[in-house]
Nanobody
Framework: QVQLVESGGGLVQAGGSLTLSCVVNGSGFSVSTMNMDWHRRAPGKQRELVATITSAGSTFHSNSVKGRFTISRDQVKNTVNLQMNNLKPEDTGVYYC???????????WGQGTQVTVSS
């Protein structure tokens, strides 16, 4: 059974940094062969796409985080990471990783990791 496990969240002051990690547990799925996304759900808002890394290694970051967040992957550990710098209070929310390939395969969302940025 494939599971997504996010970690690395916490409470940080504005301007601080955090690194989130998402491990894809289970056989048959490699982060290097599928597009991987980080999403977040802010309080009272819908989940939004924050960053994507494609199977080819190209990256996309939403306008709200561009220049501050960086998505990357570790093929050996089968993880996708999100380096978050210069955090702002509006970055507060629960962060989730997933992949269109995993969703099509019926893999559900993980528990997410909470990020709280104080002003």
């Amino acid at each position: 059974q494939v599971q997504l496990v996010e970690s690395g969240g916490g409470l940080v002051q504005a301007g601080g940094s955090l690194t989130l990690s998402c491990v894809v547990n289970g056989s048959g799925f490699s982060v290097s062969t599928m597009n991987m996304d980080w999403h977040r759900r802010a309080p009272g808002k819908q989940r939004e796409l924050v960053a994507t890394i494609t199977s080819a290694g190209s990256t996309f970051h939403s306008n709200s985080v561009k220049g501050r967040f960086t998505i990357s992957r570790d093929q050996v550990k089968n993880t996708v990471n999100l380096q978050m710098n210069n955090l702002k209070p509006e970055d507060t929310g629960v962060y989730y990783c997933n992949s269109p390939s995993l969703l099509r395969a019926g893999v559900g969302w993980g528990q997410g990791t909470q990020v709280t940025v104080s002003s």
